[in-house]
Protein backbone atom coordinates (compact mmCIF):
# COMPACT_ATOMS: atom_id res chain seq x y z
CA UNK A 1 0.00 0.00 0.00
CA UNK A 2 0.85 3.61 -0.91
CA UNK A 3 2.24 5.35 2.31
CA UNK A 4 0.15 8.35 2.44
CA UNK A 5 -0.33 11.87 4.21
CA UNK A 6 -3.17 12.54 6.30
CA UNK A 7 -6.31 14.62 5.00
CA UNK A 8 -8.26 16.75 6.79
CA UNK A 9 -11.20 18.75 5.18
CA UNK A 10 -13.04 21.12 7.17
CA UNK A 11 -15.24 24.15 7.17
CA UNK A 12 -13.90 27.52 8.14
CA UNK A 13 -15.23 28.62 11.86
CA UNK A 14 -17.89 27.07 13.55
CA UNK A 15 -20.45 29.91 14.76
CA UNK A 16 -23.29 30.02 11.77
CA UNK A 17 -26.77 30.78 12.70
CA UNK A 18 -27.58 29.24 9.67
CA UNK A 19 -26.08 25.76 10.56
CA UNK A 20 -28.42 25.77 13.79
CA UNK A 21 -31.22 23.30 13.36
CA UNK A 22 -29.52 22.07 9.96
CA UNK A 23 -26.18 20.73 11.09
CA UNK A 24 -26.45 21.34 14.58
CA UNK A 25 -28.98 19.20 15.69
CA UNK A 26 -32.17 21.29 17.17
CA UNK A 27 -31.23 21.30 20.76
CA UNK A 28 -28.00 21.13 20.69
CA UNK A 29 -26.96 24.34 23.21
CA UNK A 30 -24.25 27.08 21.47
CA UNK A 31 -21.56 26.55 23.64
CA UNK A 32 -21.55 22.73 22.53
CA UNK A 33 -21.04 23.46 18.39
CA UNK A 34 -17.40 23.19 18.85
CA UNK A 35 -17.69 19.80 20.50
CA UNK A 36 -19.95 18.59 17.72
CA UNK A 37 -18.23 19.69 15.02
CA UNK A 38 -15.01 18.77 15.73
CA UNK A 39 -16.73 14.83 15.76
CA UNK A 40 -18.14 15.33 12.62
CA UNK A 41 -14.87 17.10 10.80
CA UNK A 42 -11.39 17.07 11.21
CA UNK A 43 -9.82 20.81 11.22
CA UNK A 44 -11.53 23.87 11.03
CA UNK A 45 -10.12 27.52 9.75
CA UNK A 46 -10.49 29.80 12.93
CA UNK A 47 -11.32 33.48 10.55
CA UNK A 48 -11.87 35.53 14.16
CA UNK A 49 -8.35 35.68 14.64
CA UNK A 50 -8.03 38.09 11.32
CA UNK A 51 -10.07 40.37 13.05
CA UNK A 52 -9.25 40.58 16.44
CA UNK A 53 -6.53 38.83 19.09
CA UNK A 54 -7.43 35.96 21.36
CA UNK A 55 -6.86 35.11 25.13
CA UNK A 56 -4.63 32.13 25.88
CA UNK A 57 -7.41 30.68 27.86
CA UNK A 58 -9.44 30.79 24.86
CA UNK A 59 -7.04 29.27 22.92
CA UNK A 60 -6.95 26.26 25.42
CA UNK A 61 -10.44 26.36 25.97
CA UNK A 62 -10.82 25.37 21.89
CA UNK A 63 -8.12 22.69 22.42
CA UNK A 64 -9.88 21.17 25.73
CA UNK A 65 -13.47 20.66 23.59
CA UNK A 66 -11.75 18.70 20.27
CA UNK A 67 -10.92 14.96 20.27
CA UNK A 68 -7.19 13.75 19.89
CA UNK A 69 -6.10 14.30 16.26
CA UNK A 70 -8.30 17.21 15.34
CA UNK A 71 -6.84 20.14 14.03
CA UNK A 72 -6.98 24.31 13.36
CA UNK A 73 -5.90 26.48 11.60
CA UNK A 74 -5.29 29.88 12.10
CA UNK A 75 -6.35 32.98 10.32
CA UNK A 76 -3.67 35.34 11.08
CA UNK A 77 -4.25 39.19 11.96
CA UNK A 78 -4.91 41.73 9.14
CA UNK A 79 -2.57 44.32 10.36
CA UNK A 80 0.51 41.57 9.44
CA UNK A 81 -0.72 41.35 6.03
CA UNK A 82 -2.94 44.48 5.02
CA UNK A 83 0.40 46.74 4.84
CA UNK A 84 1.82 48.54 2.06
CA UNK A 85 5.39 47.01 3.26
CA UNK A 86 5.05 43.67 4.40
CA UNK A 87 8.70 43.53 5.59
CA UNK A 88 7.83 46.31 8.29
CA UNK A 89 4.88 43.79 9.57
CA UNK A 90 7.70 41.91 12.68
CA UNK A 91 6.09 43.82 15.14
CA UNK A 92 2.53 43.39 14.12
CA UNK A 93 3.55 39.87 13.61
CA UNK A 94 5.11 39.24 16.64
CA UNK A 95 2.40 40.20 18.61
CA UNK A 96 -0.29 38.01 16.99
CA UNK A 97 2.09 34.98 18.00
CA UNK A 98 2.29 36.14 21.47
CA UNK A 99 -1.30 36.16 22.34
CA UNK A 100 -1.72 32.38 23.36
CA UNK A 101 -2.11 30.55 20.18
CA UNK A 102 0.41 27.86 21.27
CA UNK A 103 -2.33 26.99 23.62
CA UNK A 104 -3.50 24.81 21.19
CA UNK A 105 -0.50 22.43 21.37
CA UNK A 106 -0.99 19.12 19.12
CA UNK A 107 -3.87 20.84 17.53
CA UNK A 108 -2.19 23.84 16.15
CA UNK A 109 -2.19 23.86 12.47
CA UNK A 110 -1.18 26.08 9.73
CA UNK A 111 -1.24 29.65 9.90
CA UNK A 112 -3.21 31.12 7.23
CA UNK A 113 -1.26 34.33 6.05
CA UNK A 114 -4.14 35.99 3.80
CA UNK A 115 -3.55 39.39 1.51
CA UNK A 116 -5.78 41.63 -0.53
CA UNK A 117 -6.95 41.19 -3.59
CA UNK A 118 -5.05 44.53 -4.52
CA UNK A 119 -2.00 43.85 -3.19
CA UNK A 120 0.46 42.76 -5.64
CA UNK A 121 3.52 40.89 -6.15
CA UNK A 122 6.75 42.24 -4.99
CA UNK A 123 9.87 39.79 -4.73
CA UNK A 124 11.70 41.63 -2.88
CA UNK A 125 9.18 42.88 -0.56
CA UNK A 126 7.84 39.30 -0.26
CA UNK A 127 10.45 37.81 0.25
CA UNK A 128 11.33 40.40 3.47
CA UNK A 129 8.14 39.17 4.53
CA UNK A 130 9.06 35.38 4.34
CA UNK A 131 12.02 35.76 6.32
CA UNK A 132 9.87 37.20 9.50
CA UNK A 133 8.02 33.80 9.36
CA UNK A 134 9.15 31.84 12.38
CA UNK A 135 9.65 27.85 12.39
CA UNK A 136 8.96 27.56 16.12
CA UNK A 137 6.60 29.59 18.82
CA UNK A 138 7.45 29.03 22.20
CA UNK A 139 9.17 25.35 21.17
CA UNK A 140 5.83 24.28 19.02
CA UNK A 141 6.67 23.93 15.05
CA UNK A 142 4.89 26.29 12.99
CA UNK A 143 3.53 25.53 9.32
CA UNK A 144 3.15 28.53 6.90
CA UNK A 145 0.49 29.15 4.21
CA UNK A 146 -0.36 32.20 2.29
CA UNK A 147 -3.15 33.09 -0.07
CA UNK A 148 -2.20 35.99 -2.47
CA UNK A 149 -5.10 36.80 -4.79
CA UNK A 150 -3.57 38.87 -7.50
CA UNK A 151 -2.71 37.30 -10.75
CA UNK A 152 0.51 39.14 -10.38
CA UNK A 153 1.94 36.30 -8.01
CA UNK A 154 1.15 33.62 -10.97
CA UNK A 155 4.91 33.47 -11.92
CA UNK A 156 8.07 31.15 -10.82
CA UNK A 157 9.82 33.82 -9.09
CA UNK A 158 6.89 33.60 -6.32
CA UNK A 159 6.77 29.74 -6.46
CA UNK A 160 9.96 29.70 -5.93
CA UNK A 161 10.13 32.06 -2.84
CA UNK A 162 7.74 29.75 -1.19
CA UNK A 163 9.67 26.75 -1.78
CA UNK A 164 13.20 28.50 -0.53
CA UNK A 165 11.01 29.07 2.91
CA UNK A 166 8.92 26.23 2.70
CA UNK A 167 5.89 27.85 2.84
CA UNK A 168 2.64 26.63 1.12
CA UNK A 169 0.42 28.76 -1.28
CA UNK A 170 -3.37 28.45 -1.10
CA UNK A 171 -4.57 26.15 -3.93
CA UNK A 172 -7.76 28.51 -4.52
CA UNK A 173 -10.74 27.30 -6.04
CA UNK A 174 -12.66 30.43 -6.33
CA UNK A 175 -14.38 32.51 -9.09
CA UNK A 176 -12.34 35.75 -9.52
CA UNK A 177 -9.02 34.69 -7.59
CA UNK A 178 -6.16 32.93 -9.16
CA UNK A 179 -5.10 29.41 -8.57
CA UNK A 180 -1.66 28.13 -7.69
CA UNK A 181 -1.78 24.54 -7.01
CA UNK A 182 2.20 24.24 -7.15
CA UNK A 183 3.90 22.50 -4.55
CA UNK A 184 6.20 23.81 -2.33
CA UNK A 185 5.53 22.76 1.45
CA UNK A 186 5.28 19.22 3.30
CA UNK A 187 1.84 20.32 3.14
CA UNK A 188 -0.87 21.37 0.91
CA UNK A 189 -3.89 23.68 1.69
CA UNK A 190 -7.13 24.05 -0.66
CA UNK A 191 -9.88 26.20 -0.43
CA UNK A 192 -12.83 25.34 -2.16
CA UNK A 193 -14.75 27.87 -2.52
CA UNK A 194 -17.13 27.21 -5.79
CA UNK A 195 -20.12 25.64 -3.50
CA UNK A 196 -23.76 26.11 -4.08
CA UNK A 197 -26.25 26.19 -1.29
CA UNK A 198 -28.40 24.95 -3.78
CA UNK A 199 -26.49 21.72 -3.76
CA UNK A 200 -26.72 19.72 -0.46
CA UNK A 201 -23.11 18.56 -0.63
CA UNK A 202 -21.80 22.00 -2.19
CA UNK A 203 -20.44 20.33 -5.27
CA UNK A 204 -21.87 17.89 -7.44
CA UNK A 205 -20.98 14.21 -7.14
CA UNK A 206 -18.30 14.31 -9.81
CA UNK A 207 -17.03 17.27 -8.70
CA UNK A 208 -16.48 15.75 -4.90
CA UNK A 209 -14.80 12.45 -6.75
CA UNK A 210 -12.89 14.70 -8.83
CA UNK A 211 -11.36 16.81 -5.77
CA UNK A 212 -11.12 13.31 -3.82
CA UNK A 213 -8.94 11.78 -6.33
CA UNK A 214 -6.53 15.12 -6.20
CA UNK A 215 -6.56 15.28 -2.33
CA UNK A 216 -5.09 11.57 -2.58
CA UNK A 217 -2.68 12.49 -5.15
CA UNK A 218 -1.08 14.79 -3.19
CA UNK A 219 -1.31 13.30 0.29
CA UNK A 220 0.42 10.27 -1.90
CA UNK A 221 3.35 12.87 -2.93
CA UNK A 222 2.33 13.35 -6.73
CA UNK A 223 0.86 16.09 -8.60
CA UNK A 224 -2.48 16.13 -9.58
CA UNK A 225 -2.61 16.10 -13.61
CA UNK A 226 -5.79 18.34 -14.12
CA UNK A 227 -4.36 21.35 -11.93
CA UNK A 228 -2.26 24.19 -13.86
CA UNK A 229 0.58 24.86 -11.86
CA UNK A 230 2.25 28.21 -12.16
CA UNK A 231 6.38 26.39 -12.71
CA UNK A 232 5.34 22.97 -14.44
CA UNK A 233 9.08 22.39 -14.91
CA UNK A 234 10.06 22.55 -11.50
CA UNK A 235 11.25 19.29 -9.71
CA UNK A 236 8.82 17.96 -6.65
CA UNK A 237 10.08 15.55 -4.30
CA UNK A 238 7.55 12.83 -4.45
CA UNK A 239 6.67 11.91 -0.33
CA UNK A 240 3.90 12.09 1.32
CA UNK A 241 2.20 15.17 2.52
CA UNK A 242 -0.44 16.17 5.02
CA UNK A 243 -3.27 17.95 2.97
CA UNK A 244 -5.83 20.36 4.09
CA UNK A 245 -8.87 21.24 2.25
CA UNK A 246 -11.60 23.56 3.32
CA UNK A 247 -15.32 24.33 2.11
CA UNK A 248 -15.51 27.65 2.07
CA UNK A 249 -18.74 28.97 0.24
CA UNK A 250 -19.98 32.08 -0.30
CA UNK A 251 -23.55 31.29 1.32
CA UNK A 252 -21.63 28.23 3.14
CA UNK A 253 -25.26 27.11 4.24
CA UNK A 254 -23.94 23.66 3.60
CA UNK A 255 -20.32 23.70 3.97
CA UNK A 256 -20.29 21.17 6.68
CA UNK A 257 -22.35 18.74 4.44
CA UNK A 258 -20.03 19.25 1.35
CA UNK A 259 -16.70 18.43 4.00
CA UNK A 260 -17.80 15.49 5.31
CA UNK A 261 -18.96 14.24 2.21
CA UNK A 262 -15.37 14.68 0.52
CA UNK A 263 -14.06 13.25 3.66
CA UNK A 264 -16.02 10.17 2.95
CA UNK A 265 -14.91 10.12 -0.58
CA UNK A 266 -10.80 10.25 0.72
CA UNK A 267 -11.55 7.02 2.79
CA UNK A 268 -12.95 5.27 0.17
Not at 10 to 16: K, L, Q, S, Y
Not at 99 to 111: D, K, N, S, V, W
Not at 116 to 127: N, Q, R
Request: glycine share 6%; net charge negative; proline share 6%.
Amino acid sequence: MTKSGNIRVGIGGWTFEAWRDHFYPGDLKQKDELHYASRKLKVIEINGTYYSSQKPETFAKWAADVPDGFIFSLKASRFVTNRRILAEAGESMERFLNQGLTELGAHLGPILWQFAPTKKFDADDFEGFLKLLPEKQDGLPLKHVVEVRHDSFKVPEFVALLAKYGVAPVCAEHFDYPMIADVTADFVYARLQKGSDDIRMCYSPSDLKAWAKRLETWAEGKMPDDLPLIDASRKVATEPRDVFAFMIHEGKVNAPFGAMALQEETAR
